[in-house]
């Protein structure tokens, strides 16, 4: 490989990471704010209230995109299966 095809292969790596990581970090994110902005007009300031909803929407949003991260994961695997065989 030359030293073009190395940077395509990585710059397309960090998309895909990019896209596959992006929608749990949203969500995260997401109900981070609205956590904070709840104890913000409570004056609860309790530092686990943060963990267990955080956690539970993440992995509920795991399991709606795991589809959508299998399809982007692979169709990369796909691009580096073509590179390889095409030498």
Same mark, same amino acid.
């Given at each position: ?19 596959? =990581? =992006?929608?749990?970090? +949203? ?7 609205? @956590?904070?902005? $709840? *104890?913000?007009?409570? *004056?609860? *300031?309790?530092?686990?209230?943060? $963990? ?10 795991? @399991?709606?995109? /795991?589809p $959508? +991260?299998? =399809?982007? /994961?692979?169709?990369?695997?796909? $691009? ?5 065989? =095409?030498?």
């Amino acid at each position: 490989m030359t030293g073009p095809e190395v940077l395509d292969v990585g710059r397309e790596a960090i998309f895909v990471l990019l896209k596959v =990581s =992006s929608p749990l970090m +949203m969500v995260g994110l997401g109900v981070g704010l609205t @956590i904070a902005l $709840f *104890q913000a007009l409570t *004056q609860i *300031q309790e530092m686990t209230l943060v $963990f267990v909803p955080k956690i539970l929407a993440i992995f509920l949003a795991l @399991i709606v995109m /795991l589809p $959508f +991260m299998g =399809s982007v /994961l692979g169709g990369y695997m796909n $691009f580096i299966a073509d590179r390889i065989v =095409s030498g």
